[in-house]
């Protein structure tokens, strides 16, 4: 089992809507999640963090987390196509290890 | 400005030599971490260094080594016993808050490529 899990995609979704991203670990003891959006090229910038149950909005990024089910979401709502990226669930377990999941592809339609 | 930074940006190499990539933070975080990415690929843990003169293997360390002598710099040598060098490499630093808190901030990376 790998130890963060996300869907390869691509996610399409038409501008406007709501993008429903996830991502699962398999670390019980993990305390702290990001969110990264990572353009082709380039080094992958920071979008969310998280670290209690619940969910945290900023702007029009929600994260969602669920530690009784080792579950954490990103929405987007009202995407743009300058969403358009891959988007990387990053877990914090044991010893600080940092692990990442292999991203999803996210594309926005006109 | 405080950042990190990493060089070369690209890199040529042939096949058998070795090749040291640089890593320097100035945001006086505590850990410091190697990852390698492949196209179309997820970030893979190489390396990291919670303080000074210590550090742990991550999931992909064969073919590679690191120092930690200062707290500012992370250099990744990418030995002759990697078989397939060619990535993406990216360093990240981050400050520990507490236990298992921080973000994680990435350089611009370096790209390998092996002839």
């Known amino acids: 089992q790998k130890e963060v899990e996300q869907n390869s995609g691509p996610l399409s979704v038409p501008e406007g809507a709501i993008a429903s991203l996830n991502c699962t670990y398999s670390?019980?003891?993990?305390?702290?999640f990001f969110w990264y959006r990572q353009y082709s090229g380039k080094s992958p910038e920071l979008i969310m963090s998280?670290?209690?149950?619940g969910d945290k909005e900023d702007g029009r990024f929600t994260a969602q987390l669920n530690k009784a089910s080792q579950y954490v979401s990103l929405l987007i709502r009202d995407s743009q196509p300058s969403d358009s990226a891959t988007y990387l669930c990053?877990?914090?377990?044991?010893?600080?290890?940092?692990?990442f999941g292999t991203g999803t592809r996210l594309q926005v339609t006109l | 400005d405080g950042g990190i930074t990493q060089s070369p940006k690209y890199l040529f190499r042939k096949e058998g030599q070795n090749v040291t990539l640089s890593c320097e933070q100035n945001?006086?975080?505590?850990?410091m971490y190697w990852y390698r990415q492949d196209p179309g690929q997820g970030l893979r843990l190489i390396y990291y260094?919670?303080?000074?003169?210590?550090?742990q293997k991550g999931d992909i360390a064969e073919g590679y080594s690191v120092s930690r002598e200062k707290k500012e710099s992370f250099p990744l040598t990418v030995t002759s016993a990697q078989k397939n060098p060619t990535a993406f490499y990216l360093c990240?630093?981050?400050?520990?808050?507490?236990?298992?808190?921080?973000?994680?901030?990435f350089g611009e990376g370096s790209r390998l490529t092996v002839l």
């Open positions: 990240a630093s981050r400050k520990l808050i507490q236990a298992n808190t921080g973000e994680l901030f």
């Open positions: 945001l006086n975080h505590d850990a």
């Open positions: 670390d019980r003891v993990s305390q702290s």
């Open positions: 990053a877990v914090i377990g044991r010893a600080s290890k940092l692990t």
């Open positions: 260094s919670q303080i000074v003169n210590d550090f």
């Open positions: 998280i670290y209690s149950n």
